[in-house]
């Protein structure tokens, strides 16, 4: 069986050919080489903004590994054959992030290792192993999912349950416990 190669094709279940592209659209949230977003208000407001952009930047960070932790766990190779196969855009992208924060030595490293723990802590979890589960054979089915299609299968990996646009912001950042668990934040029944 060959490797999954960015820009290769391949081969579903039902034998149709699917070319991997491994393409996630995204937008800039790190505001990089720009500085930091001023907002108008007092310092509060400021405060609350640098907050929330810090927060977006945490799941951003977050995101770029989990992905190629993602698709190593559920293709059951090593991850520097993911990073090499199409991770090396979520690695510039991390690295962008880690830029922008000025982060460096000691601190980047720091941040990385964060990031990793809670991308495995994230994907480890029984709702996180099977919404990977299900987004990768949606994937090898039909080759392509929106966003709207994804978060249909993350939704029903989690049990129908959904926390609202923006419930992370008020207990940010999760323990590695709370996401082992799937806890989603501002659903009933939820510490």
Request: aromatic share 6%; charged share 25%.
């Amino acid at each position: 069986m060959g490797e999954l190669l960015a820009g290769v094709r391949i081969e579903d279940g039902a034998g149709r050919q699917l070319l991997c592209e491994g393409h996630v659209d995204a937008y800039d949230i790190c505001g990089w080489p720009y500085g930091p977003m001023l907002v108008a208000g007092d310092a509060r407001a400021q405060e609350r903004c640098d907050r929330l952009r810090g927060i977006a930047r945490d799941i951003a960070l977050i995101e770029c590994v989990a992905g190629i932790l993602a698709e190593a766990r559920f293709r059951k190779v090593a991850v520097a054959t993911c990073t090499l196969a199409g991770g090396d855009a979520d690695m510039r992208h991390a690295s962008m992030l880690l830029d922008a924060w000025n982060l460096r030595g000691v601190e980047r490293r720091a941040a990385s290792v964060l990031a990793a723990r809670r991308a495995t802590a994230l994907i480890r979890s029984r709702p996180g192993e099977a919404a990977i589960r299900a987004i990768a054979e949606a994937l090898l089915e039909r080759g392509r999912l929106t966003g709207t299609e994804t978060a249909v299968l993350c939704r029903r990996a989690y049990g129908g349950r959904q926390c609202a646009f923006g419930a992370w912001n008020a207990c940010w950042p999760p323990t590695l416990e709370q996401l082992r668990r799937g806890f989603l934040p501002g659903v009933e029944g939820e510490d």
